[in-house]
């Protein structure tokens, strides 16, 4: 079983849509988590991060957890075709090592 | 303020060759992680200096090692190239608890001929 599991891609949306990413874990220990945004030819770039169960909210983007199901999602509101890209999930282990999942590839069309 | 710096961005060796990338982290930053990112593989952790200390290591063999010194700064060596070992090398620099998350550097690319 792989570390991080993200919902497999790419996910097209249109424009003005609520894109939903998902994102499973398997270490039960993790503390933080992070979405970051990976646009074509570029490295990688934090977006949002959580630590609590709940929701976390940053403009139009929305972080959700869920401890004992193991469970992250990025929702995206009102998505432009300037979140084309791919987004990454990622957890710090107890030992502070971050795994990322393999990334989920994100269009959204005009 | 200044972001992280990866030198050089672009680079071809040819097979057995050796390789040194360097990486200058934000100010205040002391840890640093080296990613490999390949179309197949994704984000694949290769190791964390934290104050000249490998803190974390990922699954690759020996020829990929590492240093960091006083100043932050870290530098990844590569040795007898292999032509998988093209691929996309990114630096990325964080506080010390890690809480709140990477600011990765523009990456190196490697290509091995």
């Known amino acids: 079983q792989k570390e991080v599991e993200q919902n497999s891609g790419p996910l097209s949306v249109p424009e003005g849509a609520i894109a939903s990413l998902n994102c499973t874990y398997s270490?039960?220990?993790?503390?933080?988590f992070f979405w970051y945004r990976q646009y074509s030819g570029k490295s990688p770039e934090l977006i949002m991060f959580?630590?609590?169960?709940g929701d976390k909210e940053d403009g139009r983007f929305t972080a959700q957890l869920n401890k004992a199901s193991q469970y992250v999602s990025l929702l995206i509101r009102d998505s432009q075709p300037s979140d084309s890209a791919t987004y990454l999930c990622?957890?710090?282990?107890?030992?502070?090592?971050?795994?990322f999942g393999d990334g989920t590839t994100l269009t959204v069309k005009p | 303020k200044a972001g992280v710096t990866q030198t050089p961005r672009y680079l071809i060796k040819t097979r057995g060759q050796q390789v040194t990338l360097s990486c200058s982290p934000i100010s205040g930053h002391r840890s640093v992680s080296w990613y490999q990112q390949t179309p197949g593989q994704g984000l694949q952790f290769l190791f964390e200096?934290?104050?000249?200390?490998?803190?974390n290591k990922g699954n690759f063999p020996g020829r990929f090692s590492g240093r960091q010194f006083s100043n932050s700064r870290s530098e990844m060596n590569v040795s007898t190239l292999e032509l998988g070992d093209s691929a996309l090398y990114l630096c990325?620099?964080?506080?010390?608890?890690?809480?709140?998350?990477?600011?990765f550097g523009s990456g190196t690319r490697l290509t091995v001929v």
């Open positions: 200096y934290f104050s000249e200390t490998q803190r």
């Open positions: 959580i630590y609590s169960n």
């Open positions: 270490d039960r220990g993790s503390q933080s």
């Open positions: 990622a957890f710090n282990t107890n030992a502070g090592k971050s795994t």
């Open positions: 990325a620099s964080r506080s010390a608890t890690g809480g709140d998350g990477y600011t």
